[in-house]
């Protein structure tokens, strides 16, 4: 055999293994770079991980951790009957405490009353386009159920004694109320 064709193959060898060996470094640098870094639930980021957090899916900054908090309190609410019943009991407590607190906002925060007033616009004309046969009025068909009760009397308007089946006979709903 010829020497030059087995440093040939010896030379190749060497390069194949060291070809090969560098890729699997390469690889496993980049897992690590994987396990390093996370990228952000909510904004998106890519950022190194925090070694404390196993599971970290949210970064630190205020609106991320707002955005966390706020998934967990869904989560929980949703699962849990006693911290529902827990947040109801802190919610009615704390409008005891605060009767007045959206009087006051509204009073204090002109911009809030001008956008609420245009969004309630804006409902009050998809109310309208949803129901056409209500024409303009946004109030309820059912209003009158609680004057017309058991105080109320019909009476049947005709146009002589004893022609009750009379087409043009008109019934008619007399409501007692009181002015004041």
């Not at 196993?54 to 949703?78: I, L």
């Not at 109030?139 to 058991?150: F, S, V």
Request: aromatic fraction near 12%.
């Amino acid at each position: 055999m010829n020497i030059s064709w087995i440093f040939f193959h010896f030379f190749l060898l060497i390069s194949l293994l060291f070809f090969f060996s560098s890729k699997q470094i390469f690889q496993t640098r980049e897992v690590r770079m994987k396990c390093v870094t996370f990228r952000c639930a909510c904004c998106k980021r890519v950022l190194p991980r925090n070694p404390r957090v196993k599971q970290q899916r949210y970064c630190g900054s205020a609106a991320c951790q707002r955005a966390r908090k706020a998934k967990w309190q869904r989560e929980k609410m949703s699962e849990d009957r006693d911290y529902q019943a827990t947040q109801r009991e802190s919610q009615r407590l704390w409008q005891q405490n605060n009767p007045d607190y959206w009087r006051q906002y509204r009073r204090n925060n002109c911009d809030y009353r001008r956008r609420n007033r245009l969004l309630q616009r804006a409902r009050d004309d998809v109310s309208r386009c949803r129901q056409p046969s209500t024409g303009n009025s946004l109030a309820k068909m059912d209003t009158l159920n609680r004057i017309l009760d058991d105080t109320t009397m019909t009476y049947i308007i005709s146009a002589g004694p004893g022609n009750l089946a009379k087409m043009d006979a008109l019934q008619v709903k007399i409501i007692p109320f009181t002015a004041g």
